[in-house]
């Protein structure tokens, strides 16, 4: 058995926080410093946290390498299992040619780039974020604002501001399932905490996408719609996290939100019309090819981080890859039976473009139902890890020890479901639908070593002691801690460019650090995830996507400087939040 201890240097708890913050500091300077690649950052970070469990805090062998293996495990599934699962959906639409439709569809609400703003970043950002991701959502939303006439700054800036709101609940909730695992609190106490934060965000992210676009005027006059956006977008991100379904909460919500804003524009129109000329639909499509490589290469490895080679892939220039891309799109298209002949788009088109969202929607809704939840349910299991013999110093067990594999009622295997109803609703062949499978499991190979390797770091650091030794340390800050925690959040991501990843590292110890500052513990580990969505439009993995996808690729710096005051702002505004909410000022805010 291996009892822990919180001090094993000398009793002393500074001391001993020095060795257990060896492995954070580790990759975070491999990725901010030497711009080493995540997956290596990672594995060297998890050997660190490997040396400081055996050496410094006596763990044994055998059982420091076992919870290594619990959280690569866990990293696998139901994490990735998740990841791979909602992207393999939407490569499924760009294969057949229903996301252009999609695309088109979000681009025609209106003519005025304020608007736009709104709905393409926005709205449309969002509802990417859902599904695909992984920087998805800033390369293709930055194109699709290139396209309709907006400089290369400003749609790089506007694309990064607008992925914030939805981020905690992206990739089908990934980041909040890994929070709830990693500090063992329960996920919906998670997401209802979070469902009351990063609502108030979205209140004000469409207001600052319009003042990005046209300043001053641009409130003045787009005001009405842009608060409706955030209104609806928070109120509905609130309802669905706290009540309706933790997965399809940014779904629900980008979907809303956008309705609302067609809704409300047949009847209302601003003042002026603020429009430049756009680019041609062929033009569009080439740089969508290759911001969205871009994206995948960036964000899963692909690139060191910024600078001159962010605009290159792993397998080649970004032009390169946009050409084989174009080059492959012809006969996918044809085999969906999509044209790209000018002229409207059919309602069948329009139909199937939205029908896997709307799939979805459904499935995971009927997984609710009663007697089928119970019936799912009857496909999980829990056990207690092979290996793991561990006990607080409270002389309980640490509940990470035990494993629970809910094959049937896991959010990815919903998906996997959902997606072969999409196949068939889309008219793609088995065959194709396969080779889109299997494509997504490629393009996701280094993110899969990357997200094993995080949560495996966690996992030894978490029951080896480390993290609660940090913790403990950090508490000495009083009821303080509150304002600090959304900053470690946004520290995480800034470094990591992934919230899943901070909320990982940080979630333990923000519980930890709570307990021993007798703050409510829910509270610190969702301003963890609150804090961490703002920190995405400054990670280097995020400003590299912006900059390929415009074709700024080596001029991150800049777009760096012009949403830096946006990034420093909404943390401040949240630090706020978080400190009142931890007060008798807020506090009836909590569930």
């Given at each position: 058995?291996?009892?822990?201890?919180?001090?094993?240097?000398?009793?002393?708890?500074?001391?001993?926080?020095?060795f257990?913050?060896?492995?954070?500091?580790?990759?975070?300077?491999l990725?901010?410093?030497?711009?080493?690649?995540?997956?290596?950052?990672?594995?060297?970070?998890?050997?660190?946290?490997?040396?400081?469990?055996?050496?410094?805090?006596?763990?044994?062998?055998?059982?420091?390498?076992?919870?290594?293996?619990?959280?690569?495990v866990?990293?696998?599934?139901?994490?990735m299992?998740?990841?791979?699962?909602?992207?393999?959906?939407?490569?499924?639409?760009?294969?057949?040619g229903?996301?252009?439709?999609?695309?088109?569809?979000?681009?025609?609400?209106?003519?005025d780039?304020?608007?736009?703003?709104?709905?393409?970043?926005?709205?449309?950002?969002?509802l990417?974020?859902?599904?695909?991701?992984?920087?998805?959502?800033?390369?293709?939303?930055?194109?699709?604002?290139?396209?309709?006439?907006?400089?290369?700054?400003?749609?790089?800036s506007?694309?990064?501001?607008?992925?914030t709101?939805?981020?905690?609940?992206?990739?089908?909730?990934?980041?909040?399932?890994?929070?709830?695992?990693?500090?063992n609190?329960?996920?919906?106490?998670?997401?209802?905490?979070?469902?009351?934060?990063?609502?108030?965000?979205?209140?004000?992210?469409?207001?600052?996408?319009?003042?990005?676009?046209?300043?001053k005027?641009?409130?003045?006059?787009t005001?009405?719609?842009?608060?409706?956006?955030?209104v609806?977008?928070?109120?509905?991100?609130?309802?669905?996290?706290?009540?309706?379904?933790?997965?399809?909460?940014?779904?629900?919500?980008?979907?809303?939100?956008?309705?609302?804003?067609?809704?409300?524009?047949?009847?209302?129109?601003?003042?002026?019309?603020?429009h430049?000329?756009?680019?041609?639909?062929?033009d569009?499509?080439?740089?969508?090819?290759?911001?969205?490589?871009?994206?995948?290469?960036?964000?899963?490895?692909g690139s060191?981080?910024t600078?001159r080679?962010?605009?290159?892939?792993?397998e080649?220039s970004?032009?390169?890859?946009?050409?084989?891309?174009?080059?492959?799109?012809?006969?996918?298209?044809?085999?969906?039976?999509?044209?790209?002949?000018?002229?409207?788009?059919?309602?069948?088109?329009?139909?199937?473009?939205?029908?896997?969202?709307?799939?979805?929607?459904?499935?995971?809704?009927?997984?609710?139902?009663?007697?089928?939840?119970?019936l799912?349910?009857?496909?999980?299991?829990?056990?207690?890890?092979?290996?793991?013999?561990?006990?607080?110093?409270?002389?309980?067990?640490?509940?990470?020890?035990?494993f629970?594999?809910?094959?049937?009622p896991?959010?990815?295997?919903?998906?996997?479901?959902?997606?072969?109803?999409t196949?068939?609703?889309?008219g793609?062949?088995?065959?194709?639908?396969?080779?889109?499978?299997?494509?997504?499991?490629?393009?996701?190979?280094?993110?899969?070593?990357?997200?094993?390797?995080?949560?495996?770091?966690?996992?030894?650091?978490?029951?080896s002691g480390q993290?609660?030794?940090?913790?403990?340390?950090?508490?000495?800050?009083?009821?303080?801690?509150?304002?600090?925690?959304?900053?470690?959040?946004?520290?995480?991501?800034?470094?990591?460019?992934?919230?899943?990843?901070?909320?990982?590292?940080?979630g333990?110890?923000?519980?930890?650090?709570?307990?021993?500052?007798?703050?409510?513990?829910?509270l610190?580990?969702?301003?963890n995830s609150?804090?961490?969505?703002?920190?995405?439009?400054?990670?280097?993995?995020?400003?590299?996507?912006?900059?390929?996808a415009?074709?700024?690729a080596?001029d991150?710096?800049?777009?760096?400087?012009?949403v830096?005051?946006?990034?420093?702002?909404?943390?401040?505004?949240?630090?706020?939040?978080?400190?009142?909410?931890?007060?008798?000022?807020?506090?009836?805010?909590l569930?």
């Amino acid at each position: 058995m291996y009892d822990q201890i919180y001090d094993p240097i000398r009793h002393s708890l500074g001391l001993s926080t020095i060795f257990a913050v060896l492995p954070l500091l580790t990759v975070f300077v491999l990725l901010a410093v030497f711009k080493v690649r995540a997956q290596w950052a990672a594995l060297i970070a998890l050997a660190v946290s490997i040396i400081v469990a055996i050496v410094v805090y006596s763990m044994p062998v055998g059982q420091t390498f076992s919870a290594a293996g619990e959280g690569a495990v866990f990293g696998l599934f139901p994490i990735m299992w998740i990841v791979v699962n909602a992207i393999w959906v939407y490569t499924m639409t760009v294969t057949t040619g229903h996301f252009d439709v999609l695309r088109r569809s979000f681009g025609t609400v209106s003519s005025d780039q304020r608007i736009q703003a709104i709905i393409i970043a926005f709205c449309f950002g969002a509802l990417l974020e859902a599904l695909a991701g992984f920087g998805t959502p800033v390369a293709i939303t930055s194109v699709m604002l290139l396209a309709l006439g907006f400089s290369k700054i400003k749609a790089a800036s506007v694309a990064l501001v607008a992925n914030t709101a939805p981020v905690a609940y992206g990739a089908i909730a990934v980041p909040i399932t890994t929070l709830a695992k990693i500090t063992n609190l329960p996920e919906h106490d998670i997401a209802s905490t979070v469902g009351r934060q990063t609502p108030v965000l979205a209140l004000i992210v469409p207001l600052a996408l319009v003042f990005m676009v046209d300043g001053k005027r641009g409130i003045k006059q787009t005001w009405p719609v842009a608060l409706l956006a955030g209104v609806v977008f928070g109120l509905l991100q609130f309802l669905c996290s706290n009540y309706i379904s933790i997965p399809l909460t940014d779904i629900v919500a980008s979907l809303g939100s956008a309705l609302a804003i067609v809704i409300f524009l047949r009847v209302w129109q601003p003042s002026e019309v603020l429009h430049v000329d756009a680019l041609s639909e062929e033009d569009v499509k080439s740089h969508l090819s290759a911001a969205t490589e871009s994206a995948h290469a960036v964000e899963l490895g692909g690139s060191r981080g910024t600078g001159r080679r962010s605009g290159r892939t792993a397998e080649g220039s970004t032009a390169g890859r946009a050409a084989s891309a174009a080059g492959g799109a012809t006969s996918v298209s044809g085999a969906s039976g999509l044209t790209d002949a000018a002229g409207p788009d059919s309602r069948s088109d329009i139909f199937k473009a939205y029908a896997p969202y709307l799939i979805i929607i459904v499935v995971f809704s009927v997984a609710q139902i009663g007697f089928i939840a119970k019936l799912l349910a009857k496909g999980a299991t829990k056990f207690t890890w092979p290996g793991l013999d561990i006990q607080t110093p409270a002389g309980k067990s640490p509940s990470a020890v035990t494993f629970a594999f809910g094959w049937l009622p896991a959010g990815g295997t919903l998906l996997l479901i959902s997606g072969i109803i999409t196949m068939l609703v889309l008219g793609l062949g088995p065959i194709t639908a396969l080779r889109d499978y299997l494509k997504t499991l490629d393009q996701l190979k280094w993110a899969i070593v990357t997200v094993a390797g995080v949560l495996a770091l966690a996992y030894v650091m978490n029951l080896s002691g480390q993290t609660i030794t940090i913790g403990k340390w950090m508490a000495g800050a009083g009821a303080a801690f509150a304002f600090l925690s959304p900053i470690l959040g946004w520290l995480g991501v800034a470094v990591t460019g992934s919230d899943t990843s901070s909320n990982a590292l940080f979630g333990t110890l923000q519980t930890s650090a709570a307990q021993s500052a007798h703050l409510p513990p829910v509270l610190m580990a969702s301003a963890n995830s609150s804090g961490g969505v703002l920190g995405k439009m400054i990670s280097p993995q995020n400003l590299a996507i912006a900059a390929a996808a415009v074709g700024l690729a080596g001029d991150e710096g800049v777009i760096l400087r012009k949403v830096l005051g946006w990034t420093l702002g909404f943390l401040l505004f949240m630090c706020v939040l978080v400190y009142l909410q931890s007060t008798s000022v807020l506090s009836w805010m909590l569930p």
